[in-house]
């Protein structure tokens, strides 16, 4: 089912969507409170579950691949078992509409540029953009390795983010399980410390994180749709030990 937001508010860029587990270190055996955020640089608004825009809400563990349970409406959105586990939320597509203005500098400020040049071309640039946008969010607990789960856009940490041990890490993005080139990703922890790259021809890039705490990698991909446009946010966040 599709959902319709007007979001007449909106800021100049998109906002990212990401998985927040109460905690990325829990006891064995803890329950593990996990809640979706929605906003800007990792400052952000809660998301309660809601049935009409999951699509999958999944953990993957040493169990199994099951769905993360919750009750409607609420904040956190689920619940899961402590242990390494690799969580996962795709939604259903929404629909937002913005202005000329403010669509075309959110396309730059995601590093969409050659839609710009695509709206141009279809002499679109002075209109307003009708948009439907999906989430495609993951969360490394525990100290997992990341996998793949099959979602739309999907970024992949090649090595455990865990245990780079200085390294930078690698990451490959797919759209429709194929390698998305030239797309922008973008790392990011609240200490306002970011660092970005584009994927070459084989979907991958590699990125250096510096200190702990939580960070969170993203990155966005748009494709026309008739006469609207589709995007798809991938996002994956993780803890990293240390100050």
Known sequence: MRVVYLLAALSLQGHDMWIEPATFWPAAGQTVAIKL???QE???DPI?????LIREFV???GAGRRTVMGREGSDPAG???GGEAVIGYWSHPSLVEL???KFNLYLKEEGL????AERARRKQSGMAAREQFSRCAKSLVAGAGDQL???QLELLAERNPHALGGSALPLRLLYENRPLAGALVVAMNRRGEKVSARTGKDGRVRLELKGGGMWMVKAVHMVPAGEEWASYWASLTFGLEGK
């Open 79 to 81: 619940y899961v078992r």
């Open 149 to 151: 789960l099959g979602f």
């Open 113 to 116: 540029e050659s839609l710009l």
């Open 48 to 52: 309660p579950r809601s049935s009409r």
């Open 42 to 44: 990792l400052l952000g």
């Open 99 to 101: 202005d000329a203005e």
């Open 59 to 61: 953990v993957v563990d």
């Open 37 to 39: 955020r929605v906003g």
